[in-house]
Every structure is written in structure tokens, then in C-alpha cells.
């Protein structure tokens, strides 16, 4: 990162081999990371119909109920399926290899695999869709797709781990970045899992609740091994470049790294706890989890203590406004994950609507978000054009983050209520089940903003891929910045 | 400094240790306890999923069932599953030894369905059920599953299968609800389920 810490010191002649430098890492890129975008924007509004359609139906169960593929049990999962994988993944992949080409200081390799992968991931998603709502689900929590459609994510993984190992191979700068330890790890992570989790639900199943230990162990680590470290790998980059100054400390870098690496692995199986399991599994599951207030604290002092000063520049700056949010949500949902992982508190909350507002915190506030910013940094070097609209990036803003926030507090609320009232045996079952109406109605009000957040998103997005409107000089912000030195944001001018 | 190989081998390191720990581990342990007891479970399965009633199971995996109705109850003074009379003990691993998916679930938007073969052993009501639960469940927020009946012309006799609706639901004269064959196998596998007799792991 040397020409962010220290601009000053690189000649004019450095500075130009830079800049053609990154020219040709984002040509390379351009093709392979804008298709993951475009398919990424494609299931997110795919997954939103669905998440409208499955909250809809909680409140008025007979809304669309006639045909069989809408019924809500198919749904549902199809919307998880659509955001896990095909909005989450491939903006995450499309962030990962931009990221690793930037870092590495070298071109992205193998792009016509890439290509390939996207494609071929796409069709996956496809084929994995229909099946869920033909009714081939496999009724595995995250592991819906019919068994036809993981070859086509192990093959497309397979095309993508290699060029972005190959990539970071070539590098040409020698210092290891701490974005790349998270995305190695991801890259490494994520096909382990991936696969010994579907041969062993999918394949070869083994017998008996050994499953659900297995079913947990992935489910939860899809969050916090895939989606977690190219999460916090993108604000690791991006807060420094946006704000034109380095991390804060290397060493609470290196420490929140190690200690997520170690204790996120083991936090799955707090999702069976009551469970017909051995006490041991459950009880080390519950360890890793509060285990993982140090990984968290020390990334959320090492981020805050890197933005401290500089706050009023979300004023200005879409990325750092989107990733800011998403970094305090992460600090926000693994707090409550690891306070949620405690026998007392999960005899409430298992079960109930609460875990759905926890996991849209995770998947959502924090890692959806991520995206968005990183999205909005990337596009415009790879497409050469600046954004169409600065007013409707914020009106992208507000209705996703309020939208979250309204989703997070009505289902907390509603679930933790629904909680105690179902471990009270003397109120009937139904009586419960009415009075969560209000809550399930209030989210599906959260969800409509969040839709019109994202229609907006895949408007700008599509308008920049068509070079729409007119060319500008500088980038796209929220409100134009006056003209004072300290207020400088380092951005760099597209295309360059 | 070259960090990669350091990176790399803790990655895998860390990586390594919680899988042996979740997924080997208990892999491990749990299947020793299902061969003692091969025999009794193997013919217990062979009982309970016998035909119909397995495939009932694949109209429950196949509608997403598992979404909102768990199939566990938590042990006494945990939760209120048992005061709730969903079982009357918790349920232990060897209740579910040979299932392929094991359908433990992870939400109550609806009551656990751990013991429903039990606690209401009656197919007719499980029909009306799931043809509109407010039949019997007024409040419910469950989806009506009528895409697995048949609303059918009587033509020539009423038939044997078709649902005794209550007078408020009653359909346009002439007409019957039929439950197809999925809605029956569905009903079978309900009423397979039934967790409630003891095993060696639930012995005092």
C-alpha cells in the first residue's frame, strides 16, 4: 500500500507506472468482475421478489397460495438460496478478485476461465432455483439446491480459486496486505466446506443427528468463512483508500485475523443448542462463539480508531458511508451472535423471529451493505464512468438502511417476546402465533423499502453500464465537497 | 517478508481443528451408538417409513415443512416443550438414528411436530388440516396446502376418501375434496411420527 501511506515520495515517473499499472489490472478485471456484478444484481432482485412474496404470506397465509411453487415453504428457501449465492457470493467474488489483482499489483489471471465461471455459476443458480421451486429442495438449511445443482458451484469455484491463487502468486508487491489473508482464506475456506458439507448431507449422507452437527458447522461458517472475511477484507482496502490514511494498528489487523480464523470455525452448532446432541459439542460451540468477542472487538477498535476524525466525510462519500454502516453492523451482530450463543438467552430466542432479524443483521447490514460500497468504488474504474446519480445512491442509502433497521427491531422485539411467551405453557399456541402479526407486517414494510433501495441500485448500475448521461470529471457524491485541503478524499479518477 | 506460506498453513491449521472437532468428532461418536443398536432401529425405521409414509416424507421436504415446525423437544426445564405436552420426554440422538435428512428443524412459527403421530393420531383431522388449517385452527397462519386435493364434480357416488368439511366450509353443492395420493402419504408419514417410547439412551 505503499503509494496510499506515502504519496509524496513517488516521483512523477513512479507515479505514471502506477497509474498504466492499474489500467491494465482493471482491463483484466473488467469483463469477469462485472459479469459477477451483473449476476449479483440480477439475483438480488430475483431474491427480493421472493423475500416480499415468503413475508407476505407469514401475515396473510392465503396470498398466492394456489399453485404449488408458491407455497411458502418453497419460497423461502429459494429466497435464501438466491441471496446466498447468487447476490452474496458473486458480489463477494467479484469484490475478491478485483481485490486480489489491486493488491497483488498484478493483472487478473486466467480471465476466459473466469468468464466461464460465471456462466456456469449463473446456470447453477438457475437450475438450483427452478429445482427448489419445482419442489426438489433438499430441505437441508443452505444446502437447498437439488443435488443436480452443487457441481456447477464446485466446478465454477474451482475455475475461480485458481486464478485468483495464480494472481496472487504473481504479485509484484511483496508485502501481504491484510485484505489478502482474509481473501486467501475465503478462497481457501469456502470449497472445503462446500464440499465436505454436500457429501456428506447430499451424497454420502451419514446417519442421524451427526448431520445437523454438519448442517450447523457449514451453515453458520457460509457467514462467517465466505462471506465474513471478503466483507471485512473490502473495508480493510477501502477505508484507507477512501479516507487517505493508513489502518491504525498492524497488530490488532494481525490479531483480529488469527483470532476469527481460530473461533469462528467452532460457533456453528449454537444453532442446536436444546438439541439431541452430545452436551460437549454444544457446549465447545457455545465457547467458540463467546470466543468471538476478541476477533470482533479488536476489528471494530482497529476500523473506528482508522475513521475517528474523519466522520464527517460520510457526508460525502457513498462507498465509505455504505461500508462505514456495514462495518458497525458487523461489530453490532457479533456482539448479539456471541451474547445469543448463551444457554439462558437462546432458550428465549431459539425458534423464534428473533434468529431471522439476527441473521438479516449479519447477511444484510453488514455484508450486504459491504457490497453496495464496494460496488459503488469498483464499477466506475472498471467501467470507465462515474454513476448517473448522486441523489439516488442516497436515496439507495436511506431505504436500505432504514429498511434494515426497521427489519432488525420489529422481529427482535416480536421473536424475543414470541420467545417467552412460548416457554410459557399456559398461553395457547395460536394466541401467540396472533400477536406476532403486527411484527411480521411491520417486516414486510421494512422489505418494501429495502426492494425499492434495490431497484434503484440496479437502475444505476445498469445506466452505468450503458455510459448513460453525461461524462464527469470527478466522482459521484452525495453532495458536491468545497474545495478545502483537509477534505481531501483520494480518489482516484475512473478509468485510471 | 514473504507471509504467504505462514498464511496459508494457519489458515489450514485453524480450519482443520474445528472440523475434526464438528464433523469427524461427532461422526465418531454417534455412529458406534447406532451399530449396538442396528437391529432395533434398522426394523424400527423399516416400520415407521415403511411405503407410503416415506414418501410422505419427500412431500414434506418438498413443501419446505422443516421451515416452520421443528421436530425435537428440549429437555425438562429448558424451553416449555414438554409442559406444552409436545412429548413427553426430550428427544435423544438414537430417536434419530437412520434418518436421511434429519429434519431436527430451527423454527416454531408453528408447534413442534416431534410426536404429532401421537398427539393427533387422527388422519381426518390431519386432511382437514392441511386442506385449510382455519378449519381447525382458526388464527393459523399456515398455508393452505389445497394443491394436494382434488376439488372435484361428484359424479355417479360421493367417494369414500372425500373430506367431511364442517357446514361453514362446506363447498357449492355437487362438489367433493378428494386428498390426492401425496396428501395421503403426507398424512401416513404425520402419523408416523412418534418419539414418545423409551430407548436405551432415555433409560434412567
New interface residues.
Given amino acids: 500500500m505503499s503509494e496510499m501511506t506515502a504519496p509524496a515520495v513517488h516521483a512523477a515517473a513512479d507515479r505514471q507506472v502506477f497509474a498504466r499499472q492499474r489500467a491494465a489490472i482493471d482491463a483484466s478485471a473488467r469483463l469477469p468482475v462485472l459479469g459477477f456484478f451483473a449476476g449479483a444484481v440480477f439475483w438480488l432482485l430475483v431474491g427480493t421478489a421472493l423475500a416480499l412474496l415468503a413475508s407476505i ?3 396473510n ?2 396470498f398466492l ?4 411453487w408458491l ?4 419460497v ?2 429459494a429466497h435464501l438460496n438466491t441471496m446466498a449465492y447468487g447476490w452474496a457470493s458473486q458480489a463477494g467474488l467479484g469484490v475478491l478478485l478485483w481485490l486480489m489483482a489491486r493488491l497483488a499489483r498484478a493483472e487478473l489471471c486466467h480471465t476466459r476461465l473466469l468468464i466461464v465461471s460465471v456462466a456456469v455459476w449463473n446456470v447453477g443458480m438457475l437450475a438450483g432455483t427452478i429445482g427448489i421451486l419445482a ?7 443452505w444446502l437447498e439446491f437439488p443435488p443436480f445443482a452443487p457441481p456447477f458451484f464446485a466446478i465454477a469455484f474451482a475455475l475461480i480459486a485458481v486464478s485468483a491463487m495464480v494472481t ?1 502468486r504473481n504479485r509484484r508487491e ?1 508485502h ?1 496486505y491484510v485484505t ?2 482474509y481473501l ?2 475465503a478462497v ?2 469456502f470449497p ?1 466446506l462446500y464440499t ?1 458439507a454436500n457429501l ?2 447430499l451424497y454420502t ?10 448442517n450447523w ?1 457449514y451453515a453458520h461458517n457460509v457467514l462467517g ?1 465466505w462471506l465474513t472475511p471478503i466483507g471485512l477484507g473490502a473495508v480493510y482496502y477501502l477505508l484507507p483508500k477512501v479516507l487517505g490514511r493508513p489502518i491504525y494498528s498492524y497488530q490488532l489487523s494481525l490479531l483480529g485475523f ?1 483470532s476469527l ?2 473461533f469462528y ?2 460457533a ?2 449454537h ?2 443448542i ?5 452436551a460437549w ?1 454444544i457446549t ?2 457455545i465457547v ?1 462463539s463467546g470466543m468471538m468477542v476478541i476477533p470482533v472487538i479488536t476489528v471494530a477498535i482497529n476500523h473506528h480508531m482508522t475513521v475517528v476524525g474523519n466522520f464527517r466525510q460520510l457526508r460525502y462519500s457513498p462507498t465509505l458511508r455504505f461500508i462505514v454502516f456495514g462495518a458497525m453492523s458487523y461489530t453490532v451482530v457479533s456482539v448479539q451472535g456471541a451474547l445469543q450463543s448463551l ?1 439462558t438467552v437462546n ?1 428465549v430466542t ?4 428473533y ?2 432479524a439476527h441473521a438479516h443483521l449479519g447477511v444484510y447490514a453488514f455484508f450486504t451493505m459491504i457490497m453496495f460500497g464496494s460496488i459503488y468504488y469498483i464499477v466506475p474504474r472498471l467501467t470507465g464512468w462515474e454513476w448517473a446519480s448522486g441523489r439516488l445512491i442516497s436515496f439507495h442509502f436511506w431505504t436500505t438502511a432504514v429498511g434494515v433497521a426497521l427489519y432488525f427491531l420489529a422481529l427482535t422485539f416480536g421473536g424475543w417476546w414470541q420467545g417467552l411467551e ?4 399456559d398461553v395457547p ?2 394466541t401467540i ?2 400477536k406476532t ?1 403486527p411484527y411480521l407486517r411491520a417486516r414486510s414494510a421494512a422489505g418494501l423499502l429495502m426492494a425499492a433501495g434495490h431497484l434503484a441500485f440496479a437502475v444505476l448500475f445498469t445506466l452505468n453500464l450503458l455510459h448513460f448521461g453525461e461524462r464527469r470529471s470527478g466522482p459521484t457524491l452525495f453532495v458536491e465537497r468545497p474545495q478545502e485541503a483537509d477534505l481531501a478524499l483520494t480518489v482516484e479518477p475512473a478509468g485510471s | ?4 506460506p505462514t ?2 498453513l ?3 491449521l ?2 482443520a ?3 475434526l ?3 469427524v ?3 465418531l ?3 458406534p451408538q ?1 451399530s449396538a443398536n442396528a437391529i432395533a432401529s434398522d426394523a424400527q425405521d423399516r416400520a415407521a417409513l415403511g411405503g407410503i409414509a416415506a414418501q410422505g416424507r419427500d412431500v ?9 415446525h ?1 421436530q ?1 423437544v ?2 425438562e426445564g ?3 416443550d414438554i ?2 405436552g409436545w412429548g413427553p420426554r ?4 438414537q ?17 413442534d411436530l416431534a410426536n404429532i403421530g401421537a398427539r393427533q393420531p387422527s388422519a381426518t383431522w390431519h386432511h382437514l388440516h392441511l386442506y385449510n ?1 382455519r378449519i381447525t ?11 394436494l386435493y382434488e376439488h372435484r364434480k361428484i359424479v355417479g357416488q360421493r367417494s369414500n376418501a372425500s373430506l367431511k368439511l364442517p357446514p361453514e366450509w362446506e363447498l357449492e353443492p355437487g362438489y367433493e375434496v378428494v386428498p390426492s395420493g401425496e396428501a395421503k402419504a403426507l398424512v401416513a408419514y404425520l402419523l408416523s411420527l412418534d418419539r414418545t417410547g423409551s430407548l436405551e439412551e432415555t433409560a434412567p
Fill in positions: 404470506k407469514l401475515h397465509p392465503e397460495d394456489s399453485a404449488p407455497t411458502f415453504g418453497r423461502r428457501p419442489g426438489e429442495s433438499t430441505s437441508i438449511e496472487f511483496c501481504v489478502q489473508w486467501i482464506g481457501f475456506w472445503w465436505a456428506l448431507l449422507p451419514v446417519s442421524g443427528v451427526s448431520q445437523a452437527s454438519i458447522w468463512l488469527w480464523a481460530l470455525n467452532w456453528g452448532v444453532h442446536l436444546g438439541g439431541p446432541l452430545p459439542l465447545l460451540s467458540g444457554r432458550e431459539h425458534f423464534t423471529h434468529t431471522v412460548m416457554n410459557n405453557a399456541f395460536l402465533v396472533q402479526l | 517478508m514473504n507471509q504467504a498464511i496459508f494457519g489458515v489450514f485453524s480450519f481443528s474445528a472440523w472437532g464438528l464433523v468428532a461427532p461422526y461418536q454417534l455412529t447406532r414434506y421436504l418438498a413443501n419446505g415443512c422443516v421451515y416452520c421443528s425435537q428440549r429437555p429448558f424451553g416449555s409442559d406444552r426430550r428427544t435423544v440422538a430417536d434419530y438414528a437412520g434418518e436421511r435428512p434429519v429434519l431436527l428443524g430451527t423454527m416454531r412459527t408453528g408447534p388449517p385452527s382458526p388464527g393459523s397462519i399456515m398455508p393452505r396446502f389445497a394443491f
